[in-house]
């Protein structure tokens, strides 16, 4: 089931960080983007109404929490 977006909010971060989107749904689940892709560097990028949280970096899912924040320290890493 789909549920209507309550707000979207887009900031533009500069020409190398691109634009960011986050999603917050009446249900009470928020999604960020980056580009149009689920993305977050510092926490889940989606958090659901119930409390599950999904971990999710440059449109790629992990399944744990652990192997995200490596992904993270990596990708933090390359980007410079």
Request: proline share 2%; net charge positive; aromatic share 16%.
């Amino acid at each position: 089931m789909k549920t209507s977006i309550r707000f979207k909010r887009y900031i533009k971060s500069g020409p190398f960080l691109g634009t960011k989107e986050i999603r917050s749904h009446i249900s009470g689940t928020k999604e960020w983007f980056l580009n149009g892709k689920l993305h977050k560097e510092d926490g889940p990028a989606i958090e659901w109404n119930d409390g599950e949280k999904e971990w999710w970096l440059n449109g790629k899912d992990f399944l744990s929490e652990e192997v995200y924040w490596e992904a993270v320290k990596e990708y933090k890493t390359t980007k410079i």
